[in-house]
């Protein structure tokens, strides 16, 4: 059963700093990995989509990385802004009898606040 | 319309108590999915849609968990005899794909509407 972790659970930075957040995924047949951005009492806004052929995904300055092999995924943020407070979230699709589908497997979420 | 739409925003409920939450998905989107998002947790998938079919409801958590969507566009995520556990928010999103083109298209992609908050007293 595929189970999807996210390091650390809250973040707290001041403003400028670079920083990483983690997702690490037990099954490593995935098909892509999605990093999802949660505002309080919003949607999921999606950020960065990587297949499974790829090794790393970039917008402005969003980098995400992903080592199947190894079971992880990285979301980098440059030069953090206090408009990038959110919970970000990674999701990876259910696959079962050798196809995929769109059903999601989230992660629990990476709390991150940028201070002024 | 633009994006996904669901309603209420907000929604207090009395244990016992029925309550019926509604999806707009975008015009034209094949693919509606319900996820249930508890506090400081990711969401979980509930159910999913193929047009008015329902191919998948293994997510629901209980019989007194119901989704339909008759006409293929608006759906509504009904719940009976509402419990405490059942206080969440609850996600819509829509898909312009279909199961079976698979994550590997480029197309592939979900829009999620606001949610609504559901809170049993």
């Known amino acids: 059963k595929q189970e999807v972790t996210q390091i650390p659970a809250a973040l707290s930075v001041p403003e400028g700093e670079n920083l990483v957040l983690n997702c690490s995924f037990t099954?490593?047949?995935?098909?892509?990995l999605q990093w999802f951005r949660q505002d309080p009492g919003k949607g999921l806004t999606s950020l960065l989509l990587?297949?499974?052929?790829?090794r790393e995904q970039t917008s402005g300055r969003l980098n995400a990385s992903l080592d199947k092999s190894s079971g992880r995924s990285t979301l980098y943020i440059a030069a953090s802004q206090p408009g990038d407070s959110a919970t970000y979230l990674c999701?990876?699709?259910?696959?079962?009898?050798?196809?995929?589908?769109?059903?999601?497997?989230f992660g629990t979420g990476t709390l991150l606040a940028v201070q002024p | 319309g633009a994006g996904v739409s669901q309603s209420p925003r907000y929604k207090v409920a009395k244990r016992g108590q029925d309550v019926a939450l509604r999806c707009d998905p975008i015009?034209?989107?094949?693919?509606l999915f319900w996820y249930q998002q508890a506090l400081g947790q990711g969401p979980e998938f509930l159910t999913y849609?193929?047009?008015?079919?329902?191919?998948?409801k293994s997510g629901l958590p209980s019989d007194r968990f119901f989704a339909e969507r008759p006409e293929g566009s608006v759906s509504t995520l009904k719940i009976q005899r509402t419990q405490q556990e059942d206080s969440a928010v609850y996600l819509c999103?829509?898909?312009?794909?279909?199961?079976?083109?698979?994550?590997?298209?480029?197309?592939?992609?979900?829009?999620f509407g606001s949610g609504t908050r559901l809170t049993v007293v």
């Open positions: 849609f193929q047009n008015e079919a329902q191919l998948d």
């Open positions: 015009s034209g989107h094949v693919s």
């Open positions: 999103a829509s898909s312009f794909l279909t199961t079976s083109a698979g994550p590997s298209d480029p197309r592939y992609g979900y829009t």
């Open positions: 099954d490593s047949a995935i098909y892509n």
């Open positions: 990587i297949q499974s052929s790829q």
């Open positions: 999701a990876v699709p259910i696959s079962y009898y050798g196809g995929a589908t769109n059903k999601l497997i």
